[in-house]
């Protein structure tokens, strides 16, 4: 016997519960627990915060809820009959298209394709106004899963559990074992058939929303979103056909300082990651600020603070962020150089994918380009004002 709704099925903490041999109780911390207590808001009890940790109020909601079912002992713990009955309520028939929290993800959250708390939240994009950058994102991720270019995009914890052939082993184990600090990664890979496809794991903690981001190297730290860091993969995804990584080191568009970028090892790698990374915090800027009411947000930020968030980034943030070979520390040793550089590539970042709908596109692209325009100001005139930097998610102001 195992579990049957969307929510629960293949988790193998709850699966040991149903089949008795494991006992969910405080002080467990896990995404099972979350997926326990998301069950128990939805049935009305108050489990406390989607967290992940099984306390106090987790455990006086499941007794609630054993009472109301007349399972006993009502103890605080999530055995085979509790997670049997929570998996009962849960559960929607047909397993493909039911539950219509899920929408238009609900087929492949049940194949395990896509992770629960991700399908409930690229659904939600899916709600907002058509307008939206929210909306493009999830269309579009919605589109490539569709297609099959997205195999999948799950928790790290359960990457190991794809029952897919076409994912290579290495592949499976690289999105398995992400590294505790980062939010996620998008890894690009060719499939047993050559064709070329992409899958995405989230952290753990970030899905519960217990992830902070450490600038380094003065270690202050800024609160991790999950939604933005979904933003944030999608758009790495479709921004993949850029090749980026293939630009010459003797492109004078591209580096200020061709002979140091071709005497370093894959300088157009960490120039990509740089533009990708610029490219893809901006998108989720965006989302952030819709979230927060502010449509128009990208519209109307002045390029000086872009141009100021982008350094931030460039100049005063540690460089094993983008897997720096040394060129970006040569860079920063000089005011005008730093600037020079952080010019020509946010004049290569506009030409990336910010959304799928043309004015908005624009807007972002330009945004970038007159950014640009100000980091050669800067370059030339040390003393020109320069604004707190916005634009780009985690704003430098967000680390505290």
Known sequence: MSLMSKRFSGDPVLEKCLAGSHRMMEPEENLSVMRVQEALRRLDKDPGILDGIFGVKTGAAVSEFKREQRLFPDDPVVGEGTSGRLDMFMFHDPVISGDADFGELAGFVAEHRVEPFVGLELANL????????RHDLGRAMLDRLTSGDCSAIVAASRARGLNDDRIPENVIEELAEL???ASGVTVSFEDSNGRQRSAIALNDLLIRGRMVLTHH???????ASFRG?????LTHMRNEGANLEHTPTFD???FLDPVLAANLPNT???FMHFANEMNARHVTWITEREDAGDPFAARFLPPAELCAAAHFYFAETGLRLFFDNGYMANMVQSHEKTYRQ???WLRRTA???FTSKPEQQEISARLFRDAADVADVIAADPNTHRPIGRGLFPEPGDFH
């Open 268 to 270: 157009a790698f960490v």
């Open 217 to 223: 190297p003065d270690g202050r730290q800024a609160k």
């Open 229 to 233: 860091q979904l933003a944030h993969e």
């Open 179 to 181: 590294p505790r600090d």
């Open 252 to 254: 004078t568009d591209t």
């Open 126 to 133: 899916l709600r907002k106004s058509f307008e939206s950058q």
């Open 342 to 344: 952080l010019a020509l």
């Open 351 to 353: 030409q990336l994918t």
